[in-house]
């Protein structure tokens, strides 16, 4: 089975602009959350979404927002963008809590 | 959030078990212990999670301690592709702030050929 698509896989902005990405689950998973990696920070998280309700929030400025769509797709958006942002988005789709999730192969943003 | 202690990195030789201790003594009834790895450029996978009894699948084995303060994931007969970062994390089984996935730096483990 297809599993977490992430689009786009690379992408470069400037300072300022904003960005939207988007993940498809694996069909089925009704359960996504999103995760930054920087070299420096790690993995952190951003917010998990279940049934188009966002379940959980990471501790992110209010510039970094997301959504749910009822066929359970998601899409993260980044305003006014800054340098700083620059990073592999992670997106990652679970049946529910008892289970474990499966990661996309990220999207990898630069800002400059 | 419950937090897990993990070394920061292990050394094994091909085709040998590898054990993978992580420490989480203030874990709560009802948190579940999963551990995830990330191969070099490429997001987090995961391996194997469990309540209370030990658990086995195709990639690993994870052993419970009884008090539940303490997990080891067992990678049978590790091979080079297992050279990754593994991370410990305890996620709770019910909604709130402690359902989600809380990455530590993780264990770096290293498979000499």
């Known amino acids: 089975k297809a599993g977490v698509t992430q689009t786009p896989r690379y992408l470069i902005k400037t300072r300022g602009q904003q960005v939207t990405l988007s993940c498809s689950p694996i069909?089925?998973?009704?359960?996504v959350s999103w995760y930054q990696q920087t070299p420096g920070q790690g993995l952190q998280f951003l917010f998990e979404?279940?049934?188009?309700?966002?379940?959980n929030k990471g501790n992110f400025p209010g510039r970094f927002s997301g959504r749910q769509f009822s066929n359970s797709r998601s899409e993260m958006n980044v305003s006014t963008l800054e340098l700083g942002d620059s990073a592999l988005y992670l997106c990652?789709?679970?049946?529910?809590?008892?289970?474990?999730?499966?990661f996309g192969s990220g999207t990898r943003l630069t800002v400059v | 959030d419950a937090k897990t202690t993990q070394p920061n990195s292990m050394e094994s030789n091909e085709e040998e078990p590898v054990h993978l201790p992580c420490n989480h003594s203030?874990?709560?009834?009802?948190?579940?212990i999963h551990w995830y790895r990330q191969l070099p450029s490429q997001g987090p996978e995961y391996v194997i999670h469990?309540?209370?009894s030990n658990v086995n699948n195709r990639m690993a084995s994870l052993a419970i301690a009884e008090d539940r303060k303490s997990s080891t994931l067992i990678l049978h007969r590790a091979t080079l592709r297992d050279a990754a970062v593994y991370y410990c994390i305890l996620r709770a089984v019910y909604t709130g702030a402690n359902s989600k996935l809380t990455f530590g730096k993780g264990i770096t483990l290293s498979v000499r050929p």
């Open positions: 979404y279940f049934s188009e309700t966002q379940r």
């Open positions: 469990g309540l209370t």
């Open positions: 203030t874990i709560s009834g009802t948190d579940y």
């Open positions: 990652a789709s679970s049946l529910d809590l008892s289970y474990g999730y499966t």
């Open positions: 069909s089925g998973h009704r359960s």
